[in-house]
């Protein structure tokens, strides 16, 4: 063997073996790409999806009704209330605080609802406005609280939790509940309003759409960037499956009642949220304070602003979801809003994905994590089984969330660190 030096790769062939790195872009390389995010700690909603698929199948086990499409339709329109309310929650969480008054918000929503328009003849729209601004406003003095006086999210909340709960008893008054209108618009919506057939299928062609025209835009400009792209097959197959399955979804759903309007109302809201996030400033704004706020503030963003925003948006959510609840249950009472309404909708972001350490999360996480929540809500509602238990398992998932997010959170600074 000889003993002399090997020549270097002449600086052509280095070239061509970082274009080949570069340039990887099949379906192995895509696969490995993944592989390598989740050892990296970027777990996306496979922890999601994985127990999603644990749900079902143990429940449609012990239960085959709990996969009937009508159970399924009834899920969805429970969980567009407490989702609504969730996505709120998403802002907050990204920023790194919290807002332990959205369940009592909604209650106030709700009973200014039914007394501005049952009791005081007010037009519905007006009511639900008036609501909506209470929310805002309400918002407004949690982020006037933190970024002036410095009180910590967690004591102005709290405070704000009491407060607003004695609000809602106080204008309820001595009977503490208001029937709304059976036969009203704003009743049967959150009760009945389905989407025509036609329009639902047409509805879950869009996400598939949108997903090949926003990839292929995406891959172009990486690769006139020289950098790897997603290769066409995988996105014509990511493409594919995402509208057979919400096809199948909606057939089957289609079976019982329908797709209910105010789940799609929920969807939409949650497809804004993620543009805002991804796509414009302010979002881009909120990751930046939640992952370093002394960072964001020298590199020129209104930290004070965001606060502002964040703060406002989530109780203006949580408002809307005290709307939908009344809607929902046909009534404004002294009960809307309590139980386990605070835990349902900061529990579902957390187990959706986003971090309570702040800088990271999505939209979807409140869509996800909600229905994971109502999954096992629903499961041990047809199983009969007592409500304790159903606490007791919502707050080992949620404790499993958030063990998943710290151990990943871990990862990502080893990771980094490497």
């Keep these: 063997m000889s003993n002399q030096p090997q020549k270097p790769l002449a600086p052509k062939a280095l070239d061509r073996a970082d274009e080949r790195v570069r340039n990887d872009d099949s379906i192995a390389g895509a696969l490995r790409g993944f592989l390598d995010r989740v050892r990296s700690g970027d777990l996306g909603i496979l922890p999601v999806a994985v127990g999603l698929v644990v749900i079902s199948v143990v429940f449609s086990m012990l239960n085959p009704v709990f996969l009937a499409p009508n159970n399924l ?28 008054s959205v369940g009592s918000m909604s209650g106030l929503a709700s009973a200014m609802v039914g007394v501005l328009w049952v009791n005081m003849g007010w037009p519905i729209p007006v009511a639900i406005g008036a609501a909506l601004i209470a929310g805002a406003v309400i918002g407004f003095i949690y982020a006037t609280l933190y970024t002036r006086l410095g009180m910590p999210s967690f004591i102005a909340t709290l405070a704000g939790l009491l407060a607003i709960l004695g609000m809602q008893l106080y204008i309820l008054g001595p009977t503490g509940s208001i029937n709304l209108p059976y036969a009203s618009p704003l009743v049967r919506f959150g009760q009945l309003m389905v989407m025509p057939a036609w329009f639902s299928h047409a509805v879950a062609l869009l996400p598939g759409i949108v997903l090949l025209l926003t990839g292929l835009g995406t891959a172009a400009r990486r690769r006139a960037a020289g950098l790897t792209a997603q290769p066409m097959s995988l996105l014509l197959i990511k493409a594919g499956v995402l509208t057979a399955a919400l096809e199948f979804a909606v057939w089957y759903l289609n079976l019982g009642r329908g797709v209910p309007w105010m789940f799609g109302l929920f969807a939409l809201l949650v497809v ?51 709307v939908l609840a009344a809607a929902r249950l046909a009534s404004s009472s002294q009960q809307a809003g309590t139980g386990d309404v605070n835990l349902n909708a900061i529990a579902a972001a957390v187990i959706g994905g986003t971090s309570l350490f702040g800088g990271r999360g999505s939209a979807w996480a409140a869509l996800l994590g909600i229905i994971v929540i109502q999954a096992i809500s629903n499961g041990l509602t047809l199983l009969n089984l007592s409500s304790s238990l159903r606490y007791m398992i919502t707050g080992g998932v949620l404790a499993i969330a958030v063990i998943v997010d710290s151990l990943a959170r871990q990862s990502r600074v080893t990771h980094g660190r490497g």
Excluded: H, P
């Excluded at 209330?81 to 802002?91: A, D, F, K």
């Excluded at 004070?304 to 408002?319: D, E, G, N, V, W």
């Design 73 to 100: 339709v009834n899920l969805l329109f429970d969980c567009a209330t407490v989702g609504v309310i969730s996505l709120g929650i998403v802002c907050v969480l990204m920023l790194g605080e919290i807002d332990l």
């Design 272 to 322: 804004v949220l993620q543009y805002a996030l991804t796509r414009t400033k302010w979002g881009r704004s909120l990751f930046a304070v939640g992952g370093n706020r002394e960072a964001a503030r020298r590199s020129g963003i209104n930290v004070r602003r965001i606060y502002y925003s964040a703060f406002m948006l989530c109780s203006t959510l949580a408002a809307l979801g005290g």
